[in-house]
C-alpha cells in the first residue's frame, strides 16, 4: 500500500500471544520495544539532518523544518521543534565531499545514537548548553555537555533540567544573583473578583518567596487520611484552595500582624438579624462581606459567627447596628486550651487534620443565644466545620466527650458516631484495668 501502515480495528487483539506472556516476558516487550524505538529515532535525527542540509523542506515549500516534519509528520509543533533542534546539534554530518563533520554537541550525539538518552533529554541540553555558551569557555562547555550527557542516562528531562540550572549557578554567580535580584524587582501578585464573584489571584513569586509559599502551603494540602476506605476526594488545585484557607486562619489570629485602628485584623459582615436567625432554606436576605462588598448567605455567617475572627455586625431594621458581636462569642485562650485537650485538632470522628487553627464551634449557636462555655463547645478543623453546618449533623456531650450524629443524607441509619481521641488520663485508666495498678517503682531503682 505505498509504504501506509495498516491500522486494525481497536477492539480486535492483534497479538494474542501478549496474554499469553509471563510478567517477565511482558517486562521484556516493553523494554525491547522502548530500544527499537529509540533506535529508529536516532535513524530519523540523521535523516532529518540530511534532509535539512539538502534543502528538502525549502524545495517543498515549507516555512521551515519544524513546519516540514510537523505537516510531514502530523506531530505537534514542540516536537517537530525538538526534533529539529536536536538533528541539527547532535548529529554528525558529512560534507558533499565526503569530510565527517563532528556533531556540535558530541556527547549528547553518542547517547543518542546508542539509545542511551531520548529527544526530550536532548532537548535540555541543548538549550542548557545554549544558555551557558555566553557565559562560559568552550572547556567549561564541553565539559558540561559531557556531564549532562552522562547524566541524563539517570536522570528524567525534568531533574535534567534542574541539574542545568545548577549547572548556570555554579559557572556565573554573578549572572544568578543578578537574575535573583531581577525577580525581586518584577515580583508581583494581583487579585480581583470575578463576575461570579469569586476572587481571582495571579502571582509571580521570586525563588526565595516562591520556597516559601510551598513550604508553608504543601503541609496544610496535604489529602485527608483514608475514611472507610475512600481517600480524599479533592482535587491537588482545590487541596491548595483549601490550604490557603487554612493559612489565612493561621494569619488572622497571629499577634504579629499589623493592628490597624488598634484592632486585630477580621472580617466584617453586616445581615439583619431576622436574616441571620432563619432557618436554612427559608425566604431572607443574605448579608454583605463588608471588604469586599459581597453578598454572603446567612447559613455561612453563622458558621463563621462560631469562633472565626469574623465579626458579625447585626443590624435593626432601621439598619443601624444592632449588635457588633458579642464579647464571649469567641473561645478565649483558656477555653481553647481546655478543647485543644479535650478534643485536640478536630474531635470530628477519623479525623486526623494536621495542626492548624481549629474553630471552636457552639452545639448550640451562639446566635441561637448557646453559652461560650466548654460544655457547648466542640473543636473542628476548617474542613469539618463547614461540613457540620452545610450537612447539618447534630452534636451532644455524653460524659464530655462529643457525639456526632450524621443526616439522612450521610448516613440513612442515623448511627452516632463518638468524636474526639483518647486522652492520656483514658489510656491510664486502660492501663489500670489491664495491668492491675501502677508497677512498684522500687523495680526501676
Known amino acids: ?16 500471544a501478549v496474554a499469553a506472556r509471563s510478567d517477565e516476558e511482558l517486562l521484556a516487550a516493553i523494554r525491547d520495544a522502548e530500544a527499537s524505538m529509540r533506535a529508529a529515532m536516532a535513524v530519523q535525527l540523521r535523516a532529518i539532518a540530511e534532509a535539512e542540509d539538502r534543502g528538502l523542506p525549502t524545495a517543498q515549500s515549507a516555512r521551515s523544518t519544524e513546519a516540514w516534519l510537523k505537516s510531514m509528520l502530523n506531530i505537534a509543533g514542540g516536537e517537530a521543534k525538538s526534533r529539529a533542534m536536536v ?58 555537555e559531557t556531564m549532562l550527557a552522562g547524566c541524563a542516562a539517570e536522570h528524567s528531562p525534568h531533574q535534567l533540567s534542574r541539574l542545568v540550572e545548577r549547572t548556570r549557578y555554579h559557572l556565573d554567580q554573578d549572572g544568578a544573583y543578578c537574575e535573583e535580584e531581577t525577580q525581586r524587582v518584577i515580583r508581583e501578585l494581583n487579585y480581583g473578583i470575578a463576575a461570579d464573584g469569586m476572587t481571582v489571584i495571579n502571582a509571580r513569586l521570586d525563588r526565595e518567596t516562591g520556597a516559601k509559599f510551598r513550604a508553608v502551603l504543601q503541609p496544610l494540602a496535604a489529602p485527608r487520611p483514608t475514611t472507610d476506605g ?5 482535587s491537588p488545585a482545590q487541596r491548595n484552595a483549601d490550604a490557603l484557607d487554612a493559612l489565612l486562619d493561621i494569619a488572622i489570629v497571629s499577634d504579629k500582624l499589623p493592628r490597624p485602628g488598634g484592632q486585630r485584623p477580621h472580617i466584617a459582615v453586616t445581615i439583619d438579624f431576622n436574616d441571620l436567625a432563619r432557618a436554612l432554606g427559608s425566604d431572607g436576605l443574605p448579608g454583605t462581606l463588608t471588604a469586599t462588598g459581597q453578598p454572603i448567605t446567612a447559613e455561612n455567617v453563622r458558621r463563621l459567627a462560631c469562633d472565626a475572627e469574623v465579626l458579625p455586625v447585626v443590624l435593626g431594621s432601621d439598619n443601624l447596628p444592632l449588635n457588633v458581636g458579642r464579647a464571649e462569642r469567641t473561645a478565649p485562650p483558656h477555653l481553647r486550651a481546655a478543647l485543644l485537650l479535650r478534643d485536640d485538632t478536630c474531635a470530628f470522628p477519623s479525623c486526623d487534620r494536621p495542626p492548624g487553627t481549629p474553630e471552636a464551634h457552639h452545639l448550640t449557636s451562639w446566635i441561637d443565644g448557646g453559652a461560650t462555655e466548654l460544655n457547648n463547645l466542640v473543636m473542628l478543623c476548617g474542613h469539618h466545620h463547614r461540613a457540620v453546618h452545610s450537612q447539618r449533623w447534630t452534636i451532644r456531650l455524653e460524659e464530655g466527650r462529643p457525639v456526632f450524629t450524621p443526616p439522612s443524607t450521610v448516613d440513612p441509619s442515623g448511627r452516632p458516631r463518638p468524636g474526639g481521641r483518647p486522652t492520656g488520663s483514658e489510656h491510664n485508666d486502660i492501663l489500670r484495668r489491664a495491668m492491675g495498678g501502677p508497677a512498684d517503682s522500687s523495680a526501676c531503682a
Request: hydrophobic share 40%; glycine share 6%.
Open 1 to 16: 500500500m505505498d509504504g501506509l501502515a495498516v491500522i486494525s480495528d481497536p477492539g480486535v487483539d492483534t497479538h494474542p
Open 87 to 144: 538533528a541539527r546539534l547532535a548529529t554528525e554530518r558529512t560534507t558533499p565531499e565526503g569530510t565527517p563533520v563532528p556533531a556540535e554537541l558530541p556527547a549528547t550525539a553518542r547517547a543518542i545514537a546508542s539509545g542511551t538518552i531520548t529527544v526530550p533529554h536532548a532537548r535540555v541540553i541543548a538549550d542548557g548548553i545554549r544558555r551557558l555558551a555566553p557565559i562560559s569557555t568552550a572547556a567549561e562547555l564541553e565539559q558540561a
Open 230 to 234: 475512600e481517600l480524599d476526594p479533592r
